[in-house]
């Protein structure tokens, strides 16, 4: 399963989410994208030291500065398991095929390689 | 791109990677791909008596940006052709 | 990014960039290493006392946190008692 897959199908979910710098937020998913920026909403904000508490109404989350996320009672519903894996398959036939194009069709040319005598 | 190609020439052989936590593994290099990570076979921490947290661990997967350098196996790497290729590389770039 | 195919569904020991040590099973992964771990546990080592174990459940990990992902044999992991090993935690990464 993707990710990314994931994060969206946890919408509307309770999840905590750390940060690099320790903090931790706690909260129910509003929405994401594909850089893992985050919305979540009734959230628990921690310090890293776990000392200090806010809480917000909503709050955004920019996704470089997240560690992980910590996903709490995600049902995923099996069709949504079956499209994941398909998206997946299409989208390793694609690279297949554009990798098609030869060796070195990608990145330039790699000398090194090519000029190795073949053992 | 170079140094991916260098990689490539040399799977299963036997290397060390030292990670940027200090950690030393040795083991045969089963894959690279193009940010350097690495696959690692049948691998042995340098140190096990002060890092056991890797004793069921046989084989194992290692990000290129926490490596800090690899050993290679000089016998296998030729310097002279790599040197050559790195300046046929340059003047490439430098004609772009 | 094929070379993280393998371990899909299989247990592993991740370690982190801040040197925390988590076993779990490898659920999913992309293009960044980012990675789905599901059933995780992390793994609290000290000089003091054995390794203790604390269950943290489903977890998406960001590829930039990931230092090492290791396949666990079973039969090896859980031949060793836990509670005997003594260790320093893994040693965060340091540019």
Known sequence: ?119 | ?96 | MSSLQGYIDRRVLLVLQDGRAIVGVLAGFDQKSNIVVSDCRERVYSLDEGVDEIPLGLYLVKGDMIALIGEIDDAIDQAVDPSTIRAEPITPIRY
């Not at chain 1, 921690?46 to 996903?71: H, M, N, P």
């Open chain 1, 1 to 119: 399963m993707l990710p990314l897959s994931l994060l969206s199908a946890a919408q509307n979910k309770p999840m905590l989410v750390e940060l690099k710098n320790g903090e931790t937020f706690n909260g129910h998913l509003v929405n994401c994208d594909n850089f893992m920026n985050i919305t979540l909403r009734e959230v628990y904000q921690t310090s890293a030291d776990g000392d200090r508490f806010w809480k917000l109404k909503e709050c955004y989350i920019r996704g470089s500065t997240v560690t992980c996320a910590q996903i709490k009672y995600l049902r995923v519903p099996d069709t949504l398991l079956d499209s994941v894996k398909e998206e997946q398959a299409r989208a390793r036939e694609a690279s297949r095929s554009a990798r098609g194009a030869g060796p070195g069709s990608r990145g330039g040319p790699c000398l090194y390689f090519h000029a190795l005598p073949r053992i």
């Open chain 2, 1 to 96: 791109m170079l140094i991916f190609s260098v990689f490539k020439t040399l799977t299963d052989q036997r290397v060390t990677v030292e990670l940027k936590n200090d950690l030393s593994i040795t083991g045969v290099l089963k894959s690279v791909d193009q940010f350097l990570n690495i696959r690692l076979d049948s691998i042995k921490v340098l140190d096990e008596a002060r890092h056991p947290h890797m004793m069921a661990v046989k084989n194992c997967f290692i990000r290129g940006s926490v490596v800090r350098y690899v050993q290679l196996p000089a016998e296998h790497v030729d310097t002279q052709l790599l040197e050559d290729a790195t300046r046929r590389e340059a003047a490439n770039q430098s004609k772009r």
